[in-house]
């Protein structure tokens, strides 16, 4: 009886889970987003366990494009704000996440 309980819950659980993924995949359909920057992934030490590293990158376009080309949108005088979270897992392995914004001219 009691293992018969567990499954349930666990499979309820696991069902939960799926539905929320599905639910979150649905509605990525419906978002859109474009951008022609990038920022440069470069190498070096990983991040100590159990240390987390804040980094700010920002980056403005002084010359760039002025009107919309094949649906990007201009990149003239932009500003780029990137905040990048890591954090140190183990010794050889860190994860990162990053937040782009994007201030296109005169807004």
């Not at 293992?3 to 995949?25: D, E, K, Q, W, Y």
């Not at 070096?44 to 010359?63: A, G």
Request: glycine share 6%; aromatic share 10%; proline share 5%.
């Amino acid at each position: 009886m009691f293992c018969a309980m567990l499954f349930r819950m666990a499979t309820r659980a696991h069902l939960a889970t799926v539905l929320g993924i599905l639910a979150l995949s649905l509605c990525s359909l419906v978002c859109q987003a474009q951008d022609n920057y990038e920022i440069q992934v470069y190498g070096s030490e990983t991040i100590p366990p159990k240390t987390t590293m804040l980094e700010l990158h920002s980056n403005f376009v002084l010359q760039g494009s002025k009107t919309t080309e094949q649906g990007v949108l201009p990149t003239q005088h932009e500003l780029h704000e990137t905040v990048e979270i890591t954090q140190g897992i183990t010794p050889w392995f860190e994860t990162g996440f990053y937040i782009f914004t994007a201030v296109p001219n005169n807004q």
